[in-house]
């Protein structure tokens, strides 16, 4: 049997991953994205877009890894006032993702690495790892701290040739980029436009919704985003979380 050449759990059959189980992969790297609005020139699959990039490199770097398909939706009820939006309840994206872990650890995953892509799902990701940590045979590692992936995507562009920072990243200059550098033709560029720009609190963000924030959508500016700022925010992203998924398994084995 020829052995496949993609890390895309998705994309293989039963016994390519028992083989590739046998073989030392011990990782599955779940994305957890959303299907909601990004403003007028970005499509709603913006966030599980980068969870499928992010997911395929950061399992392709660190070697002994697979790319569990992409959670979506997502909490997004802060963007129900755009049409399109699909939300879900925290509960309901914590039983989905124990459902993913469990399978993957009944089938001998040693670690499973969560990584959201979207604001709205990092609190019940850092609720429902620890919880699985615990249940599990597994090590359950939640790469899901905002203001790092923040930090990262902003230095992304500034490797990128952008001299721009976003202070809360929603379909602006990063995500545009990221959306370049991956999709090109989903950019409508006929519609890039200046959103709210300038700081603004996440808290007010979630508890008032976007549309008491931004009329469009869109915080910051996308007409600033290019490919090759993409690309490093991409390569920016994948090395550090690589590196802590590294670490965290390092600590246990």
């Not at 992969?25 to 877009?49: F, M, R, S």
Request: charged share 25%; glycine share 10%; aromatic share 4%.
């Amino acid at each position: 049997m020829t052995s496949p050449d993609t890390v895309l759990l998705e994309e293989l059959a039963w016994p390519d991953v028992e083989a590739a189980l046998d073989a030392g992969t011990d990782t599955a790297v779940v994305a957890v994205g959303a299907v909601e609005q990004h403003g007028p020139h970005l499509p709603l699959v913006v966030d599980a877009l980068a969870g499928d990039e992010l997911a395929r490199r950061i399992a392709e770097q660190l070697g002994d890894a697979l790319a569990a398909p992409t959670i979506r939706p997502g909490c997004s009820g802060h963007h129900m006032e755009f049409p399109g939006t699909i939300t879900v309840p925290p509960e309901t994206l914590m039983d989905v993702i124990r459902g993913y872990c469990r399978s993957l650890d009944e089938h001998g995953f040693d670690h499973v690495a969560l990584v959201p892509t979207h604001g709205g799902n990092f609190a019940p990701v850092n609720t429902v790892a620890p919880e699985l940590g615990r249940e599990l045979d597994a090590n359950v590692i939640a790469v899901a701290d905002l203001d790092e992936l923040m930090e990262l995507q902003n230095d992304g562009l500034e490797a990128g040739g952008v001299d721009y920072r976003e202070p809360v990243i929603h379909a602006g200059a990063a995500e545009t980029a990221v959306v370049m550098a991956v999709r090109e033709n989903l950019v409508r560029t006929d519609e890039l436009a200046a959103g709210h720009d300038g700081e603004l609190s996440t808290a007010r963000l979630l508890s008032e919704g976007f549309r008491a924030i931004t009329e469009s959508g869109v915080l910051g500016d996308p007409r600033k985003a290019t490919p090759e700022a993409g690309e490093a925010i991409l390569d920016a992203v994948t090395e550090a979380y690589a590196e802590t998924i590294e670490r965290e398994r390092a600590a246990v084995r």
